[in-house]
């Protein structure tokens, strides 16, 4: 019986089933997170003044260099110690994938509204609508279909880079598959089971998003 | 249209210069537009006949100078450009629709969203619109769906739903294939024969001569001579817009008398 995927599965299923769970949960909490964090980040790039222009550009270029190791440990003993608090790892990976989300969510948002043609805000404007209208009704439905590869492959990346918040001594799936490997001395099972965890995380977003491009642009024609 | 008298001015432009970085694209140009008046912008490419145009709208902001809209100046002080731009149209070279929008959302979306009208009331109009145009039955289609003279021609009854009293006109047979200028150029003769003050800029020089009330040339950003249509053609006072329509040697359109 040991040595199946199935009876690993079933044997362990409560042990199993809450590290996904909180892996699931840190993840859905970060992207719901990081999806308004995007827009008004994305707002921020995109703005008139150049030193808010600038210096998020500063952050983004600057968060985008560090490792994620590196945000978590720093975010888990730095905090408490300079700020005279106490932060629970989940926060903390909650914080540092949001952060993460939004700024890449933001550059994209921004990078799709900007490869629009002119016109499209020209025309706009001489109907007479608002900045916040021309956003609204123009600009941000014609760039979300275009936003969307590039948001599926940054939420397949944070998948995959969850399974660091162990660092920070969240129980997620790879620790409880870990403790489980430890007792049942089933590693290769358990890496088998924890490589299918992940697996059916990403792809069905792979899918989704294949179906929402189609269906934001059916005849496949370039945008 | 010769001989109007002042209170039938509607657009006042008066020595407008503009300049992007060292480079002069207009130069002191100074034009009244009367109601109802059909006026056509000609002149070499380059001469800043599509900067003049776009500068009457408030999409270039103009270096000197003024232009008044129904005396009110759209360069000094606060401008009310949202009432401005329902009050002059635009219809450009490159197709304008809004391409995530079918065609009865993209002729609704002025009314509603800026104009806050009635939604029955509007949608009647957009589709009394678009059955003289003969689009009747194209009122779902997506932008993509349509010819590229249909996009033009819809783009041009998008900016009539807002009820505008100038329509500006940029080259907009420019990017056309041929069989499919006349079709939008038929609508714009259409619009004349109803009264509406139109400032065009076009390189048809036969739709150019049947349409136009008068004619401004512009070369190098300054006006070169402005005067009534038939005069223009038959006999321009400058040598410059003499040796112009000279080189025209073909033209599409034959002059409608």
């Known amino acids: 019986m040991h040595n199946s995927a199935a009876s690993f599965i079933f044997n362990n299923a409560p042990q199993l089933f809450s590290g996904i769970e909180a892996t699931v949960l840190i993840l859905c909490a970060s992207i719901a997170l990081s999806i308004p964090g995007g827009f008004i980040f994305g707002a921020l790039r995109c703005a008139k003044n150049k030193v808010l222009r600038y210096s998020t550009r500063a952050f983004l270029e600057f968060y985008r260099a560090l490792p994620m190791a590196l945000l978590l440990l720093a975010g888990f003993f730095l905090i408490p110690q300079i700020f005279q608090i106490q932060v629970s790892g989940e926060f903390v990976a909650v914080t540092a994938f949001s952060f993460w989300g939004s700024v890449e969510i933001g550059e994209l948002i921004r990078g799709a509204i900007e490869s629009l043609p002119k016109i499209q805000t020209e025309s706009g404007t001489t109907l007479g609508l608002s900045k916040t209208q021309l956003y609204r009704y123009i600009l941000i439905p014609q760039a979300l279909p275009r936003v969307l590869p590039g948001a599926v492959n940054l939420i397949t990346r944070m998948v995959k880079t969850s399974s660091l918040i162990i660092l920070v001594g969240v129980v997620d799936v790879v620790k409880q598959i870990q403790q489980i490997i430890e007792r049942t001395k089933d590693p290769l099972i358990g890496y088998i089971v924890l490589a299918a965890v992940f697996f059916a995380l990403c792809f069905p977003l792979a899918q989704a998003s294949k179906r929402l491009e189609k269906r934001f642009n059916p005849t496949g024609e370039p945008l | ?257």
Not at chain 2, 81 to 109: A, E, R
Request: glycine letters at 8%; one cysteine or more.
């Open chain 2, 1 to 257: 249209m010769t001989g109007h008298a002042s209170n039938d001015i509607l657009l006042t432009v008066s020595g407008v210069s503009k300049n992007f970085g060292r480079k002069a694209i207009l130069s002191d140009v100074s034009f009244d537009l009367h109601h109802g008046e059909v006026l056509v912008i000609i002149g070499p490419s380059g001469c800043g006949k599509s900067t003049l145009l776009r500068c009457l709208n408030g999409l270039e902001k103009v270096n000197a100078g003024d232009i008044s809209f129904h005396g009110k100046s759209l360069v000094h002080g606060k401008v009310d450009w949202k009432h401005i731009h329902q009050k002059i149209g635009m219809v450009f070279q490159s197709y304008d629709l809004f391409p995530h929008l079918n065609v009865l959302q993209n002729l609704l979306l002025g009314p509603i969203k800026v104009q806050k009208r009635d939604l029955a009331e509007a949608t009647q109009q957009a589709r009394t619109l678009l059955a003289r145009i003969g689009l009747a039955d194209r009122e779902g289609a997506l932008p993509r769906q349509l010819s590229g003279g249909q996009k033009q021609r819809i783009a041009i009854i998008r900016s009539l739903c807002m009820n505008p009293e100038i329509m500006l006109f940029d080259e907009v047979t420019a990017a056309l294939d041929p069989e499919m200028v006349s079709e939008v150029l038929d609508v714009i003769r259409e619009l004349a024969k109803q009264g509406m003050t139109m400032v065009i800029v076009t390189h048809e020089m036969g739709f150019a001569q049947a349409i136009a009330d008068r004619v401004l040339f512009l070369e190098q950003g300054k006006i070169c001579e402005i005067g009534p249509s038939d005069q223009f053609f038959a006999k321009p006072t400058s040598e410059r817009a003499q040796q112009f329509l000279d080189k025209l040697l073909v033209h599409r359109w034959a002059p409608v008398i």
